[in-house]
Every structure is written in structure tokens, then in C-alpha cells.
T-cell receptor, first 115, second 114 residues
């Protein structure tokens, strides 16, 4: 399967600042990438789906101007949390898949803490 | 809308004990069903899946059967090992392709003691 990395693994930022999270595919051409959010003891909630070179499709209730997603290449997608607030503190997980793939491959996640 | 409910953890077992983690779903039609496992510090990995009713998915000694009549996909293993300690997620999607949206349960943490 694909090897997926996320950077950083843990980040603390001050309220009002922006933070960028990277999701990289190390050995797989990812035509589609997903971003999830996970609260403690809760399930992963899909935030958005992005295809390489296209604008992301956001799930209902997710603010696209707050959570900026860029899928610039087949190996990199970024999630930028703009003007972060304490309620944005969460665990953010990316996954990816490719053409003809029957599986999503997940990154290890990034823990964001906004103070 | 579609949803997945799985038993709350943590589940604590002794090595070689029998494991069952319950999972039920709500969905119209015939979704595909999955179990993912997350080991400490790693990303979720697909453990097994089933794409139609009565299918049995199996991998690494784990198995789950797609039960349409009870809308369930319970995970079982006959003899757990310490290395099975992880968080297990039940999930469904509308199709079998990797590009389909996954809907997850809350996850069940399993701790296996020697």
C-alpha cells in the first residue's frame, strides 16, 4: 500500500494565526485526497475531498474560507486553518487514493492545539 | 443519513481470548463495509472489507460477515495477541472504489494483556 506522511505531527498556535498542514504521498500517485477531522472519542468526520488540480469539495457545514485545501500535485495536499480559534483544536487526518484503487491510504494525523 | 455505530471501548482482554467488536450501520441500499485498524502512532490501515450481503471479509485472523438482515458487520478474532492492541474503526461507503466517501464509527480501543 501507499506510504502517507503528514507534517507536522503536532502543532500549537495562537488564536488568530494560520497554520498549514501537509499531506504527502511518498510512493503513490494520489488523484484524490481526503481531509478528516477527529474529536476525542469520536469518529472521523470528512471535511473535504480534493482532486489534483481542481478545487476541493467541502462537506456540509465545513467553512471553505476557513479550511483552505490545495491539492497541487499527485503527491501533495495541504490544509490551511486560517484565523484559528480554540474550537479548531482537533486531530486532522488525510487520506488518499488513486485511479482504479479500491482503498484509501491514511496519514498518521496532525494534532492541532490553538491557545 | 448514513451512519455507523460501534461498541464503546476500551475493550481489555487477555492474550488468546476471543474478541468481538460490534458494529451496526444505518444506510439505504447496499453499502460496502470496512474495518480499519490504527496502531499507535500510525495511520489507519484497511483490515478487511465486504461489498455485498453475506460476504465475509477476513485478514490476519480477523473476520467479519456482512449481515443485511441485522445491518451488522461485527469484527471477530478467535485468539487475540498483544500485537492486536490498537483502535478499530468500522466504516461504510456507497461504493467499493477508494474514491468513495467513508463514514466511520467512533472507534473501539482494544488492549490485550499478556
Amino acid at each position: 500500500g501507499a506510504v502517507v506522511s503528514q507534517h507536522p505531527s503536532w502543532v500549537i498556535c495562537k488564536s488568530g494565526t494560520s497554520v498549514k498542514i501537509e499531506c504527502r504521498s511518498l510512493d503513490f500517485q494520489a488523484t484524490t485526497m481526503f481531509w478528516y477531522r477527529q474529536f476525542p472519542k469520536q469518529s472521523l468526520m470528512l471535511m473535504a475531498t480534493s482532486n489534483e488540480g481542481s478545487k476541493a469539495t467541502y462537506e456540509q457545514g465545513v467553512e471553505k474560507d476557513k479550511f483552505l485545501i490545495n491539492h497541487a500535485s499527485l503527491t501533495l495536499s495541504t490544509l490551511t486553518v486560517t484565523s484559528a480559534h480554540p474550537e479548531d483544536s482537533s486531530f486532522y487526518i488525510c487520506s488518499l487514493t488513486g485511479e482504479s484503487s479500491y482503498e484509501q491510504y491514511f496519514g498518521p494525523g496532525t494534532r492541532l492545539t490553538v491557545t | 443519513g448514513d451512519s455507523v455505530t460501534q461498541m464503546e471501548g476500551p475493550v481489555t482482554l487477555s492474550e488468546e481470548a476471543f474478541l468481538t467488536i460490534n458494529c451496526t450501520y444505518t444506510a439505504t441500499g447496499y453499502p460496502s463495509l470496512f474495518w480499519y485498524v490504527q496502531y499507535p502512532g500510525e495511520g489507519l490501515q484497511l483490515l478487511l472489507k465486504a461489498t455485498k450481503a453475506d460476504d465475509k471479509g477476513s485478514n490476519k485472523g480477523f473476520e467479519a460477515t456482512y449481515r443485511k438482515e441485522t445491518t451488522s458487520f461485527h469484527l471477530e478474532k478467535g485468539s487475540v495477541q498483544v500485537s492486536d492492541s490498537a483502535v478499530y474503526f468500522c466504516a461504510l461507503s456507497r461504493g467499493s472504489g477508494g474514491y468513495n466517501k467513508l463514514i466511520f464509527g467512533a472507534g473501539t480501543r482494544l488492549a490485550v494483556h499478556p
